[in-house]
């Protein structure tokens, strides 16, 4: 086993140094990982843009934030709903005019195990729609930001990506025929890490490219089961987030953290990070194996093409 560049313990928030005037955006950062994220940015001086779909939570989210880091953090929160095309344009037109540079675009949000299948406002199956044509289209507006601030998109996967039918179901993409929460979460998944790997391609060749990085949290005690899962996932990942199978939240944030933050010669933008213990599940944080249908070119451009089709959007780099 190759040995961990960032030591035994793997990279931890103590690899990161100061991130005055660094400015980072989070979708979805009122809760789990991406609140987690956004508390140890906050910690280290960094400014905060969360881009959450719900006010209240939203502002509870500022507060304890707030409460935890001292009054001086600098953490804000703009409507952004991932679910509906028209929120995410109004969010982006929003961020392109008020804020003046973009470190890093963290694609934290997600909806996970949809026990029956729903739509989006755009009718698109939501877990598809949230977590994959959602950021698809955000990171596109964000896109000239992003390179005149020289900064990344760092993508929050999952395991899940190596569980279901490990490519994309083009022929009914919103599974009419037959709908599964868990083949269809990480259909979800797997289509959001080969957003990020044919962006790169993509951006070969251009001047100053920006850097895209891919993630995932493990195994993590969040919310996101409770929220969007079964009765029946809800109990068994209950009683699994009480063993050590299952980390803390806040662990669950490093890996996003790091891809954020860490220098670009100590990442792999091909690669795919995470907690490297038991399953990849927890564990010290670092480089992970990634099985190589996720690089699947065909799939790849065959996604980006119906993505861009599917969202109104067409890419300029
Ligand atoms: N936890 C795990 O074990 C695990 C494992 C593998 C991968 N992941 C990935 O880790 C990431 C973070 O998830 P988490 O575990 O921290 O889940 P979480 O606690 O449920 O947090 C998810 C966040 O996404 C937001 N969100 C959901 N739908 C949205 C929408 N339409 N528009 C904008 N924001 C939306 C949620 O907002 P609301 O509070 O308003 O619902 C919440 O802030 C996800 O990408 C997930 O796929 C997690």
Known sequence: ?????????????????????????????????????????????????????????????????????????????????????????????EINKTIPRIDALLCNAAIAQVPKQTFTVDGFESQLGVNHYGHFLLCGLLYQKLKASHGRIV??????????IKTIQFDDINWDNNYHPNKVYSQSKLAQMMFAYELQDRLKGIDNPINIYVCHPGASATTLIKNSGSLRDR???????????????EKGAYPEVMC??????????????????????????????????AQDKAVMEKLWNLSEKETNFKWIY
């Not at 103590?14 to 956004?38: H, Q, V, Y």
């Not at 670009?264 to 992970?288: D, F, I």
């Open 1 to 93: 086993m190759k040995t961990n560049p960032f030591g035994k313990q793997g990279w931890t928030p103590e690899n990161i140094d100061n991130l005055e005037r660094k400015t980072f955006l989070i979708t979805g950062a009122n809760a789990g990982t991406g609140f987690e994220a956004a508390k140890i940015l906050l910690s280290k001086g960094a400014e905060v843009v969360m881009l959450n779909r719900n006010n209240s939570k939203s502002t509870k989210a500022i507060s304890d934030l707030k409460e935890q880091i001292g009054a001086h953090a600098k953490v804000s929160f703009i409507k952004t709903d991932l679910a509906s095309l028209s929120s995410v344009r109004q969010a982006a037109a």
């Open 155 to 164: 993508v929050v996967a999952s395991e899940g990506y190596k569980m279901g």
């Open 235 to 249: 109990i068994i990942f209950g009683i699994m987030s009480k063993t050590p199978l299952v980390q803390s939240a």
């Open 260 to 293: 954020a933050t860490e220098a670009a010669e100590h990442l792999n933008q091909k690669g795919y990070y995470g907690p490297t213990g038991r399953m990849q599940w927890t564990g010290p944080v670092g480089a992970c194996k990634l099985e190589p249908h």
